[in-house]
């Protein structure tokens, strides 16, 4: 059990308890004015009581202290990490204008990048089952209009229609780590 392995008294988990009553309200608060997502401060604070636990013998400042800094850091981390990956979106984004504007121009690395964005997706397409696969290359590689679809395979619009869906919610979510090339697949290929 984590309390004996931590060697907790139970006096300690008990101040444990009292300290998450009492101190995660204002944590979440705390942390909300520096994340607006309320999901995420609160992934942020439950980790930095979990940091606390795991660490609760050898915290040489208060508690509180301990628990405020944990949750400014995480956040401060987080704020970090979305300027980063804002300013990465926003250069795939201008390299894409560029290559819009100028598509006659060969460059090693668009071509290197339009490979890999390629494989991304021809693997995420590979994962897809077996009706939604047909459907979704016919619809996006051959072009085929909903309706034909439909007529070849003799099945609804509607089903076409509700596989597509399902290929491209699939597909968001393989590619959700690959944000800027999840978008320039959307929108190279919804219609």
């Known amino acids: 059990m984590p309390c004996e392995k931590l060697k907790m008294s139970r006096q300690d988990v008990k101040h444990f308890e009292s300290l998450f009553q ?7 608060a705390f942390c909300c004015k520096y994340v607006e997502d309320k999901e995420q401060a609160r992934d942020f604070v439950q ?10 013998g050898s915290v040489a400042s208060s508690f509180e202290s301990y ?9 401060l981390s ?17 390299r894409i204008r560029e290559i819009e504007i100028h598509p006659e121009m060969p460059e090693p690395l668009t071509d ?42 003799h099945i609804s619009v509607r089903t ?8 491209l919610k699939i597909l968001k979510e393989d590619l959700k780590d690959y944000l800027p090339v999840s978008l320039i697949f959307f929108l190279l290929f919804s219609k």
């Open 22 to 28: 009492q101190m995660q309200p204002r944590l979440f």
């Open 47 to 56: 980790d930095c009581f979990i940091s606390l636990w795991e660490n609760y």
């Open 67 to 75: 628990l405020f800094t944990s949750v400014r850091n995480r956040c």
């Open 78 to 94: 987080y704020i970090r990490s979305r300027k980063v990956h804002a300013e990465y979106e926003e250069a795939v984004l201008l």
């Open 112 to 153: 290197l990048y339009l490979k890999e964005l390629n494989e991304i997706i021809a693997h995420s397409v590979e994962k897809l089952p077996e009706k939604c696969r047909e459907i979704f290359r016919m619809s996006r590689y051959r072009g085929l209009k909903n309706q034909e679809i439909a007529d070849r395979l």
């Open 160 to 167: 076409v229609e509700a596989q597509i869906y399902n290929a």
